[in-house]
């Protein structure tokens, strides 16, 4: 037997062989494999143009093995009983492994987030690793495609297969602007529209709309919108050297830009973040976890649960 007619065969072919070898009939092999009859039969006629013998013979209703397929079946059930072997061994590696969750998350809600879920996994005993990178569109699509464990971002998930869980919604605005702005004269929304505004590439109302550029238009004006940043960083570069203005809900978001020297943040009175919402919804935070092939969410509840706490928190 030439050992490359059987290094060239794929294991669903092998294994086929080796039910049919067993069965003696291609209905009961589709059935056990869980693949159509014509599948088996399409494998099968491989195999036999493979090995230029028909290997099975139809008799009394029965495929009878022929000779060369009597030699074939011990080497072909080893080779199937070692990839069996091997795969289990693997499983066992990946088991073994530190668990990596990647995380999909807007800039209002990073700071800190690794740490967070590093001190959850040290508290219940297990090692990991987390990465973060930004929630966006296609999130969604990655979600499906296996390569996120968890987003945190301001919309549900409204595809199957993903838990979008509403933990939060937000209300009290703040204004942040660098020290020494003028609208630090006169805090109020009649003043605000007179300055360009950031946004941040994600914010928390629908199509990324600001509640201030309506305000403006309701007034008869139109507000520039200075810069669209991704993240809070390039957010508090650009407050710092203009004279644009952000408005943000999330207080952790709020706290990591005062914090920097030359900014200045003050929360909006309830009015005024009422005028402002005006035909808008108060924002909601959304945690989108994975559900499993049994329709279970596949992270561990330690992870869940402490991305709810730093979510809930991180309003506060």
Known sequence: MSIDKLLNLNLLSIEIFCQVYLKQAVIDVADHLALSQPK???ELNALRKAF??????????????????????????????????????????????????????VPQLEINLPQTILKAAEKNNT??????C???????????????DAAICFEPADRKGILSKPIIQHRGGHLIAR????????????EMINYPIVKLITMPFPANKSPLVNYAKRQGKKLEVFATVSDLG??????????????????????FLQNIKGLHA??????????????????????????NQEGQVS?????????????????R
């Open 127 to 132: 090692k990991t690793n987390v990465t973060l």
């Open 234 to 255: 390039s957010a508090a570069n650009t407050l710092l050297n203009s004279n644009a203005i952000i408005i943000v809900g999330v207080r952790a978001a709020v706290n």
């Open 134 to 148: 930004p929630w966006t569109k296609s999130s969604i699509e990655e979600f499906q495609n296996g390569d996120l």
């Open 266 to 291: 003050e929360i909006l009175d309830y009015q005024q973040d009422k005028d402002i919402l005006k035909n808008f919804s108060y924002p909601t935070t959304y945690l989108w976890l994975k559900h």
């Open 179 to 190: 020290e020494g702005h003028p609208i630090w004269h006169n805090p109020v929304i009649d």
């Open 40 to 42: 088996v039969s399409r």
């Open 52 to 105: 230029s013998d028909p290997l099975f013979i139809r008799q009394n209703n029965r495929l009878e093995a022929t000779e060369l397929a009597h030699n074939l079946y011990p080497q072909l059930q080893e080779m199937l009983k070692a990839s069996t072997q091997a795969q289990q061994y693997l499983n066992n590696i990946q088991h073994q492994r530190e668990p990596s969750f990647t995380i999909a998350t």
């Open 299 to 315: 992270a561990p509840q330690w992870l869940q649960q402490s991305l709810e706490k730093f979510i809930t928190e991180a309003h």
